[in-house]
């Protein structure tokens, strides 16, 4: 199977390899190198650890994981080897279980962003905007708006009170509001450019089914977008919505996307993400795009839970995100953006990412077991850092957007 992706490249090198490496052409005038190849895995083996394609010269070395099981497309961000190889340095490409063709494509492209781009991040829930784009948004002029107050889900806060179950999912929401608020300022954006609009958590599909219909939050019984909202630093958004309806919400996006005038929206992939808020989100700042005129602006779409696997990115923390596996043919055609992350950026996202009182917390008895398991058994898991996957899959090289043209 292939993964079915369609480009708008600025240019295409293709190579043929010469035993196993090749030689960089110059790419000197693009920001982004996607490595496309045909791969295979081997039958001996295949179903036990991740397989990897590994790029290597004299003094660079860098690894490409993949899910188990492959055969066909794949496509390596390769972004980070231009500034470091050189035209006259061999490039060989070696793997520890998977099967290569000798023909290789280096997709190229130039997203031409500049260095006073204004950057409006769309964030479903409290942690997404650093999961997906922190080192992007750090790195420009950028406002934050988080969709929901993230109240639902796993549930930290019984020890406070434990006879109460509405209490403890409230103070929950309030906990992460004030994250999504706050936690930005590491990235260089101040509260007043951080925004949560307070809708509920698990909700956004129900309020996309049904538009007129008033949600409520699931285990809160809160019914007013205003409980959450208040917890702003200041009135960027007007508090008189207090309905909880999809009309509403589309109203809010087209308010701030009015106010903020991005060059750059990014927001969840509405095909390659599989949560139903990341879907239904992208719907919404659809919806109030086309109200409005973007004409010269973008999309740059982020994935954060994958549709094939929840376990993407693969492979261990501090390692390069490829473009995840995708079995169905999108509707659109994409350029992509990598942002690259030094040694210093990564340990930056780390300490961003550990603010999160959602992903920073310990696990209930039997998970911390099983984890203490893990470190005592399999050394490859001291490089996970919490009970969560989240520090190894989003502390990365970097962070890959597919980027589209606003129609």
């Known amino acids: 199977m292939g993964a079915n992706y369609q480009f708008k490249a600025d240019k295409i090198f293709q190579i043929k390899l010469t035993g196993k490496f090749f030689f960089l052409p110059d790419v000197s005038n693009f920001d982004t190198i996607i490595l496309k190849i045909n791969v295979e895995s081997e039958n001996i083996f295949k179903y036990f650890s991740l397989p990897f394609l590994m790029l290597k010269t004299k003094n660079f070395k860098q690894k490409y994981f993949l899910q188990k099981h ?10 980070n080897c231009k500034n470091i190889i050189g035209g006259s340095d061999k490039i060989f490409l070696a793997s520890n279980k998977l ?10 492209f130039n997203n031409n962003i500049a260095n006073d781009v204004k ?3 769309i964030a479903p829930h409290p942690d997404d905007a650093e999961l997906a784009a922190f080192n992007f948004y750090r790195k420009h002029n950028s ?23 509405k209490k403890q999912y409230i103070l929950k929401g309030k906990m992460r509001v004030f994250d999504s608020i706050t936690t930005p300022l590491l990235g260089n954006v101040t509260s007043n450019n951080a925004i949560n609009l307070g809708y509920f958590d698990n909700t956004i599909y129900q309020m996309w089914k049904d538009p007129d219909k008033t949600v409520i939050s699931n285990y809160t019984e809160i019914d007013n977008v205003d409980f959450f909202r208040s917890k702003n630093s200041k009135n960027f958004i007007k508090m008189s919505r ?10 809010d ?106 992903l920073r917390y310990p696990p209930d008895q039997i998970c911390s077991i099983i984890n203490s398991f893990k470190h005592a058994v399999l050394p490859r898991f001291k490089e996970i850092n919490a009970w969560h996957d989240y520090y190894r899959r989003f502390v990365r090289a970097n962070e890959i957007f597919l980027v589209q043209e606003i129609e």
Not at 243 to 251: D, E, F, G
Request: hydrophobic content about 35%; glycine content about 4%.
């Open 70 to 79: 492959n055969r066909g497309i794949r496509y390596f961000d390769i972004t």
């Open 253 to 358: 996006l087209k308010e701030v996307i009015e106010k903020v005038k991005p060059d750059i929206i990014v927001l969840p992939h509405p095909e390659l993400d599989s949560h139903k808020d990341h879907k239904y989100v992208a719907h919404a700042v659809f919806a109030a795009t086309k109200k409005i005129s973007c004409k010269g602006s973008k999309y740059f779409f982020y994935i954060t839970h994958a549709t094939f696997s929840e376990r993407y990115p693969y492979g261990p923390k501090h390692s390069a995100v490829t473009l995840p596996f995708n079995k169905n043919r999108l509707r659109s055609n994409y350029k992509i953006y990598s942002s690259l992350l030094s040694n210093e950026e990564q340990i930056g996202k780390e300490m961003a990412i550990n603010t999160m009182h959602d």
């Open 119 to 121: 950057v409006l991040v």
């Open 242 to 251: 207090c309905q909880v309806t999809w009309h509403n919400l589309v109203a």
């Open 99 to 108: 099967h290569f063709s000798s023909d290789i494509n280096l997709i190229c």
């Open 143 to 165: 406002v934050i708006v988080t969709i929901t107050a993230g109240e639902d889900g796993p549930n930290f806060y019984q020890k406070y009170y434990s006879n109460d179950r």
